[in-house]
């Protein structure tokens, strides 16, 4: 459109374009004199767009991104620029649930008296018992020789039954047992020889014998009794079976060899069990990002593990996180169903294993895992406590031995509502259930809707929490009346987690000051707080007198979302957690002594706390967001870590930069070296972070200019190295002005610690300075030189640099022409420094002295001068590394001789670079030292030759004689060493002449 009078191109366009190296002299286009008629329409020029596309890019915390790029005229410089920015996730997670017999047999994985059994894949078996008091319990027999019996004589105890064997040869075979990975197992059984009264006795070579089953099917005695002996009393029977009948289908059987017939030959066996460990252990497979790692997984902060497991009363489920050498990490050990493993320190640690243990109750329950979730992955199979865990129902009926709800055409249940552990943008929600309709919501306000299982998630936004719900679903014709029951049995959650980018900024220069973007490190990543106030993943608070362990937080002051953080202690406990802002606790926990635990705001409690951030009236902005400080409290002992801190938030910000914004002033300079294609410059824009994340960009609208054109720029007499030097540097440039009036020349002087800006009326008025102007000093008489012929506008800048402006590799000088309609023009720009060469340099330093006298400069080799004589130092004062004539200005410095200690000349100016200055030996004997040295008076540095001496030794009683010798040695015709002989030898040990 046309804006004010004048053309401006409305260009909106995202490419792919990486940036060139770094020019000297950066014109950004070659004006060939000719004028395009259409620039002097006020009519816009529109090119192909995307007006409010969106593109992501991704951030890996250490490397510039120039993927988003706009273009633009190359000829035309850019006005205003209207740009959306949000966060998004860089998904980093591999959502992974362990709930199968891949896993609990796994080759990597170590078990130790664990073992799996049925569908429900618990890690440990129970006790086989079998006592016959209402049936064979599965007992099996070859022929009528074996059965239950109900005879009391053959029966442990009253009542009940047993087995019996007689008559003949017959087996009476057990149940399969699964006792794979068990390492001892014991068998138990009473046992008795019928006799008179009871049956009858057994005559010899009528035996009975118990055997085992290989896993190859073979069997093999462990146990046996002879029927010679006596009848009529019983035995125990406990042996301890041999590794090889420990396996997935593991059996015993009783065999009794022969009898007599059906008159005779009794056994009787009662209360068999196999007496299973009643403690034992599984190590997981390898968890990390080791090169070996069985599972791997990034190199990052790690989500938390799940654990879907049933744990009886009297019944116990340990976990220990293990390190990459088998060892327990500090803290790292619990039994709750949460393993933190947030605070794995991911520097020394690149893989882990997790042990459990599993110990029965006195009543020989035992605790089952049905199944673990990491990275991302949570899976519920609605252990026997689910209404324990946040599940909700509104009619429906749990059933504990189905470990499902059911319900009819009006019932339905609630899950807990889920919050992302880090952050997220999608999904996958899969499950078991029977004419059953899934929904979710987003927001406890909004209304449920339908969803099928498996669901995905993949709206390319954040994902904050859900919730789901499981119902009727209704019959293809509609008609409820028809439903009878519904089932729901379990459910599984993958998210696609990951980050997003922590102090997201635009740095177009490459110099550390930001033209959009960077944050205080407190802020962590944006759109999700995952940082304590000392910036950290991770923090270790110390109890005080107190007993409270506390540690800060930044929190969004508004529209947080949830709220999570995890507490360890290391040698010690805890039992109190607390959440506070300012002087309100919002919500307190308890536990008995515990060593891990992670603690997740419920809806009332994150309500509770929105309102005490809202009213809170101290807050700091950042990226867009006001943000809060909250306390956590932890009351315990031993050393207190926090880590895993969720608190996210919508965040988004609008760049809306104008004319003469640092944005589009760096944005123009920026296109220094870019090469136009089709008389079109794509301009990237360099983002950077200090962690990875993506971005979303979207290009609402961006105009420039087609009002003036850089047509040639240079620096005259330019040296190497800058300096604060006497040297006057003048900056020329030349445009070409249309449809308008240059009123001003703005000139800029960058570095990594000083910004100077200029404004130089071209009518003649007072210049304006901003910025660090008073660094730059600006030529009294001929700062600005103009001329205006037609449509070019030329001009000269003449300046140099303060002293106090202090060294810098790389100085960026720029001027431009500033348009009565505020237009600003593409810069002209010089750089000096870059490439690894030094840009500015302020530090003084000697670059020589030398001493002479009227026979000319004095050696270095010399010690000795004769009192009275004229002697002449000249002095080279310049810059540290820069070789030329350039020294300070005038006022700038004080250049000072001293001799003996005493100063005895100084001066403040000088011949360029060089001081010249004479004294008189004085009337002395012995070592005299003079000094030279340059001081900074208004703000250079200096070096360690910013001072040098030079000692001789003075002689004030020299005959004829020695005064001839001594001009030899002063200019060489004797060496030092002959010289000092002659004059000990001459005029003794202190150069006295002696008396003969």
Known sequence: MARGGYAHRAILLVALLLIGGPVQIGLSTQYDGTINQQLLSDEPALYPVSIGATQTISLDGSTVNNDFAVEVLSTEPLVDINLNISPSVQVTQSATIWDDDSIWSHSDARLDGAKQSGAGLALKGVDAVWNFNSGSNGWTFSNSYSARSTLQCGTNGTGGGSIRTYAGSTYATSPVVNLNGLSSVSVHAWVRQGNAGCGEEPDSNENLVFQYKSSSGSWTTFQSYMGATAGGTST????????????????????????????????????????????????????????????????????????????????????????????????????????????????????????????????????????????????????????????????????????????????????????????????????????????????????????????????????????????????????????????????????????????????????????????????????????????????????????????????????????????????????????????????????????????????????????????????VAALGTFFVEVEFEVLGSGNITYAGLSAPYPASLTVDAGPQSPFILAMNSARRGLVPINGIHAIPIPFISSSVGNLEIELVSMNSSSEVILIDSSMEDEPLILTPSQQWMTMHASYQVFSSTATMVRFDVLGSQNEATWLLPLNGGEPVGQGDSDKVELHPSTALQSTVNGTTVEFSVTFRLEPDWDDEDLLTVTSRLILDSNTVSIPATYYWGGFGSQGYENDLEIHSFSVSTDEGEIPQSVEFLQSSDEIQFTVDIGFEGVDSNASFVDGDAVVELVRGGQIIANTTSLDEDIWIVNDTIPFTHGNLTWTIRVIPINGSGTTSNSEISRTFFIDFGMTTESQALHKQCTFKSLTNQHCRLIFMRKYGVNGLKMTI
Not at 244 to 273: E, K, M, P
Not at 305 to 322: E, H
Not at 470 to 489: I, R, V, Y
């Open 236 to 619: 125990q029977m406990n042996v301890n079976l041999p590794a090889i009948a420990l396996h997935a289908t593991s059996q015993i059987r009783a065999y009794q060899n022969t009898g007599s017939g059906t008159c005779c030959d009794y056994w009787f066996f009662d209360d068999v069990f196999l007496d299973i460990p009643s403690s034992a252990t599984w190590i997981s497979p390898t968890i990390g990002w080791a090169s070996n790692a069985t599972f791997p997984v990034s190199k990052s902060v790690m989500a938390p593990m799940y654990i879907d497991s049933y744990v009886p009363a009297g019944t116990r489920l340990d976990w220990t996180v293990l390190d990459d050498n088998g060892l327990e990490i500090d803290g790292m050990s619990g039994s709750n169903n949460v393993i933190p493993l947030q605070f794995i320190d991911i520097e020394n640690v690149d893989e882990i294993r997790i042990k459990f243990e599993f110990n029965e109750s006195s009543a020989g329950l035992i605790p089952r895992i049905f199944a673990l979730s990491f990275d991302g992955a949570y899976k519920d199979t609605l252990q026997p406590t689910p209404i324990d865990n946040g599940w909700t129902s509104k009619g429906a009926t749990y059933s504990s031995s189905a470990t499902q709800f059911s319900g009819f055409a009006t019932d339905n249940v609630m899950s807990p509502w889920y919050f992302p552990d880090f952050a997220s943008n999608g999904m996958v929600i899969d499950g078991q259930s029977t004419n059953s309709q899934a929904q979710i919501r987003f927001d406890s306000n909004d209304n449920w809707t339908n969803i099928s299982l498996p669901y995905t998630y993949d709206l390319d936004e954040t994902l904050f929490g859900f919730q789901l719900q499981f119902a009727a679903l209704a019959p293809a014709d509609g008609n409820m009346s028809n439903f009878t029951t519904w089932q729901f049995e379990e459910v599984e959650i993958r998210m696609s987690g990951g980050f997003n980018p922590a102090q997201p900024a635009i740095d177009f220069a490459d110099d550390d000051i930001y033209e959009w973007g960077g944050s205080d490190d407190r802020v962590g990543s944006w759109g999700w707080q995952d940082r304590f106030a000392n910036g950290e993943n991770k923090v270790e608070a110390a109890a005080g007198i107190s007993g409270y362990a506390t540690t800060k937080a930044w929190i969004a002051k508004d529209d947080l979302q949830s709220l999570a953080f995890v507490v360890m202690a290391e040698s010690g406990t805890f039992n109190t957690i607390n959440v506070v802002v300012g002087s309100t606790t919002v919500t307190t926990r308890t536990f008995s002594n515990i060593t891990n635990a992670q603690v997740q705001l419920n809806l009332s409690e994150l309500s509770d706390l929105k309102s005490e951030l809202a009213a809170s009236t101290s807050a």
